[in-house]
């Protein structure tokens, strides 16, 4: 088991601070992906946050009702395997080419 903090992502549109509303999730709580975890509120709307992973609540960083900063922990969850998403691209040249115009005749 590896733990693995989500931190106040980026809420757009310039924001740079958000205020716990409601916490859809307690500690020690199992959350799957995509879940909802928190309900924030910005200068602009409520906006809720789903979890970015499945694993289990080990903290919330903030209580309902405080300020965060976007970049600031969110949660800390432990998860059965921390690792990265996607794959890492090989260097070299690409095994592909593309034509931006068709051969001559």
Known sequence: MAETVFHLPDLGEGLIEAKVLEWHVAEGELVERNAPLVEVETSK???????PQTGRVVRRHAAEDDSLRVGDP??????DQ???VGTVPREGRPARRV???????
């Open 74 to 79: 969110l949660v800390t969850f432990e998860v």
């Open 99 to 105: 034509r931006l115009r068709p051969p001559e005749e």
């Open 45 to 51: 709307s409520a906006v809720e946050i789903p979890s």
């Open 82 to 84: 921390a690792g990265i």
